[in-house]
């Protein structure tokens, strides 16, 4: 048999990721004196990458305080800095696996430089491990990140004014990226796989009778085409099997979001999507001592200043439930002592 995992110390808190929500919560608890520690997550992982889905994105222009915007690493950078400046340890590595249920919470994480599995413990727990935009699985996906082709008009739809957009899915979330874009983009065609809409009625409705937007039927995308920026889609018609090319210089990929939960299976209630489930206006799992933050629990907004706030609501949470386990943890002593 191997040898044991090694042990770290009881911290009061760790945090499961390093997002803008991880990162705010980060800033917060150490600022609090709580000592947190930040497992960021690994550089060579899609879904842990340290900084979150920023790190994947250039120029952020809606984050506060921010005039002329900033860079999304640049944001990430200032933020993991920030946390650091007061006190928060980052391990840059990934969660391996958790035991949230037992006292104290325990998550194990494979050291950085051996590779060996080190056990952390803490009195609470924060997960920050945020979602992941499904893509199409092209090769041009990498490379255009960020020039011409995103996952959130939210974001980045203020960029599109007077351009051709794509937009690639058939569900809800496809047609409001649709209908949002319309706002700044000269046309929008919406490229589903099938011959009917997955979106819900109203949805629905809403696009068929906007004007500036129109809908290519049973088309698959082959490939993203440009070196340096989107300049056109090549595609192919699943019925006819026929090719074509769309010039467009924007597009986006609204196929789908995936919460990166499996960590948590068995453990953390999900709704049917696997989000994490929060108490209303609280971030407390179903798990005492446990909290969750950012687009691991949101699937609604999912927007890098709301995931910031909250980083702020779990660390306040987190913060008032050791203050009220250290009371309690006194008065035992105290019992007993009697």
């Not at 009195?123 to 979602?131: D, E, K, L, M």
């Not at 949805?203 to 085409?225: C, G, H, Y």
């Not at 953390?268 to 609280?282: F, I, P, Q, V």
Request: charged share 20%; hydrophobic share 40%; glycine share 10%.
């Amino acid at each position: 048999m191997g040898s044991e995992p090694r042990l770290s110390e009881v911290r009061d808190v760790i945090i499961i990721g390093s997002g803008p929500a991880g990162l705010t919560a980060a800033v917060y608890t150490a600022r609090a004196n709580l000592r947190p520690l930040v497992i960021e997550g690994s550089p060579s992982s899609t879904s842990d990458q340290p900084g979150g889905q920023l790190m994947l994105t250039t120029e952020v222009e809606n984050f506060p305080g921010f005039i002329d915007g900033i860079m999304g690493p640049e944001l990430m950078g200032n933020m993991r800095a920030q946390a650091q400046r007061f006190g928060a340890d980052l391990l840059t590595t990934k969660a391996t696996r958790v035991d949230l249920a037992s006292s104290p919470r325990r998550v194990w994480a494979s050291d950085p430089s051996t590779g060996e599995e080190v056990e952390h413990r803490a009195r609470a727990v924060i997960v920050s491990t945020g979602a992941r935009s499904l893509m199409l699985g092209l090769e041009a996906e990498g490379r255009l990140l960020g020039h011409g082709l995103s996952t959130c008009a939210t974001c980045d739809g203020f960029f599109f004014r007077g351009h051709d957009i794509a937009v690639i899915g058939g569900g809800d979330s496809a047609l409001e990226e649709a209908n949002f874009l319309t706002k700044f983009g000269e046309t929008v065609t919406v490229i589903h796989r099938r011959s009917e809409l997955r979106a819900s009625k109203i949805m629905q409705d809403r696009a068929f009778n906007n004007p500036k937007i129109s809908f290519l039927w049973n088309t698959v995308v082959e490939d993203i085409l440009g070196s340096a920026k989107v300049e056109a889609l090549a595609l192919r018609n699943t019925e006819t099997g026929e090719s074509s090319r769309l010039g467009v210089t924007g597009v986006f990929v609204a196929i789908g979001h995936v919460p990166n939960t499996n960590l948590f299976a068995g453990q953390l209630d999900m709704d049917e999507a696997g989000y994490l489930r929060t108490n209303a206006d609280s971030s407390t799992t179903n798990l005492d001592g446990v909290f969750a933050c950012g687009d691991v629990q949101d699937h609604v907004y999912r927007q890098a200043i709301t995931a910031a706030g909250s980083g702020c609501m779990a660390a306040i949470d987190a913060e008032r439930w050791l203050e009220a386990a250290g009371v309690e943890e006194t008065s035992l002593v105290e019992d007993l002592a009697s």
